[in-house]
């Protein structure tokens, strides 16, 4: 009679491959990382200011991972998550705030290591740095940005590669770190949101091994596409309707260029989180190769959001305006209002066009 087969082993991130290509984080050596980890006591974990999936699932699979190790973890956002993002968070058994003003001190207390996730510059962690700083706090960096500028002496950057989640599915392999169903959802949704669902050319067959091993750990693809892609308030669908009708053509219609005026977001009752994807529909467009949005923020200044096909470069845009993201995704917020900048921004975008 046949033998009964063993259970299968419990499924691990993809093993870390010696040698290998500058840029791969699985031929990384991480053993400064994972000895600073493993010496650490309490952790503050923080993301960029309006965070994203990438950011938030990135932050999520670290700190359910400390936990898992018995450390302590305190996680301090900048600005609130979006709500399409608070399953990322809601299993952890951490405190977690969303204004860096109203941290208890007791919570603060005993710290000694800090991380700061998706974040290419100090200046994104908003009023979270001045914790960090009244603290003392050792930092890491962990990020992806094609134009990171941190100034930690620790950090470990790989420009371009498709997410944050797959440096972390790198990190946390290195660590041995078998990834629990929650990680594994963290992680996969990190990976889906910063790939487009896997579409966008950041997406490599390591980008796809890990999924897959993130499944196998117990990521619900169908789930995490369902919150993070079919979650949406009736009042986003309402400020799409306005920010279609601002469209605007360009050089034979290889530019679009579209507006999100505060006036919009007050008359359809949206929050400005709703707006998530909109600068990439220009390039729904047959035959547009780049898409622009210039959003109103409260205090007079503009926010800018480039999106891009090959072969050009809006992060070279973005820089020109004092910011930064990856070649074919970048944003930039400049103090002046939106009438003002809107004739600099669109002759930078046009002298690519005509250069390329």
Known sequence: MPTASAAPSPALFPPPRPGGETGDPRAHDWSAVLRWLEEGHGFLLTTH???DADGLGSLAALAHSLRERGRRVLVVLPSPMPE??????????????EDPSRVPAEELAGLDRAVILDVSGRERIGAVAGLLDSGGLPCLVLDHHLSNEAVDPFQVVFPGLSSTGELLGALLGAWGAPPTPAVARSLYAALTSDTGGFAFACTTGDTLELAAALVRAGAQPARIHDQL?????????????????TRRSHAEGRLAEFELSLAMLRETGAAREDSEGFVNLGLSIRGCCLSLLFCELEDGRTKVNFRCVEPYDVCALARELGGGGHRLAAGATVAAPLAELRPRVLELALAQLRER
Do not use: K, S, T
């Open 229 to 245: 892609n079919q979650n949406y308030p009736a009042a986003r669908f309402d400020l799409l309707a306005r920010f279609l009708a």
């Open 84 to 97: 399409f993002c608070r399953f990322l968070l809601a299993e952890l058994d951490a405190p977690v705030h």
């Open 49 to 51: 200011v309006n965070p």
